[in-house]
């Protein structure tokens, strides 16, 4: 472990190593008293000493730890000296369900919510904030733990879309789903045991899941459904990248309610 003699020298030099990464305890709890949007800090598994007092901050802030090993905080800094703590700075705030569903009542609208269950990508959840924005969903929600979050690299993958759309990050993802329920929200999951998306109806409010790049949606989340949709495959490859897949169902909701809206 670095001291923090070395952290000070590295950070005169450059604290922020990376776009998007800042290394070394100085720089880290500065940027969180600074009002910094920080999306979370990493924090070697072996930190000790003044450590604690970043995450007091991080505690005071909101701000998500994640404990890590100290190789993969070497593999991060590259040749900077992080002294065991690495904060990824967010690209966006993050908002409330509340303010979701509340601007899509200012807009007049029937709610349309994307739900994203453990999507751990960057690129994937970056594509999906952008088809999302363009398919004029009122927000989208992710998890805390195990999923990407708003960083530099999904704002860039989402084109700027990331600055628009109003994205919920919530400790528990049934719970979310439950508080969608209550304000008149159905949900609808995709998975390969549902009905073919082309022939179910979506209009009204709509909480739509899309699953991990891996597992699709977790046992609880679809049980928590209320309608389940598939992609028909045709093809030899039985699975689309989650990203492709959101844009492929949240344009069927697109559709169906433009068309609601010519009758």
Not at 11 to 36: D, F, M, T
Not at 43 to 56: H, R, T
Not at 187 to 211: F, H, K, Q, W
């Amino acid at each position: 472990m670095n001291s923090q003699a070395g952290g000070r020298k590295a950070a005169s030099n450059s604290s922020q190593y990376s776009e998007g990464l800042i290394a070394g305890r100085n720089p880290v709890a500065e940027a969180i008293r600074s009002g910094k949007i920080i999306d979370s800090v990493y924090v070697s598994a072996n930190a000790k000493g003044s450590i604690g007092a970043i995450l007091d901050l991080c505690r005071k802030n909101g701000i998500a730890v994640k404990r890590v090993d100290d190789k993969k905080l070497d593999r991060m800094s590259g040749v900077t000296t992080h002294q065991g703590v690495i904060a990824a700075v967010g690209c966006a705030e993050y908002f409330s369900i509340a303010e979701i569903l509340a601007y899509a009542a200012q807009r007049g609208e029937d709610p349309f919510v994307i739900i994203c269950d453990e999507i751990e990508d960057p690129h994937n959840l970056g594509a999906i904030i952008r088809t999302a924005e363009a398919a004029g969903a009122h927000g989208v929600i992710i998890p805390k733990r195990r999923s990407a979050s708003l960083t530099q690299t999904v704002f860039k993958t989402s084109a700027g879309a990331a600055s628009y759309v109003k994205v919920a990050r919530v400790s528990n993802l049934a719970s979310a789903i439950d508080e969608l329920k209550q304000c008149g929200v159905w949900i609808y999951g995709t998975d390969a045991d549902g009905e073919d998306y082309s022939t179910v109806r979506l209009d009204g409010p709509i909480g739509l899941v899309i699953g991990s790049e891996g597992f699709g949606i977790g046992r609880l989340i679809k049980e928590k459904c209320d309608f389940l949709l598939r992609l028909p495959m045709l093809g030899k490859v039985n699975s689309l990248n989650a990203s492709v897949a959101a844009g492929i169902f949240m344009y069927e909701v697109v559709k169906q309610r433009r068309s609601n809206d010519k009758c």
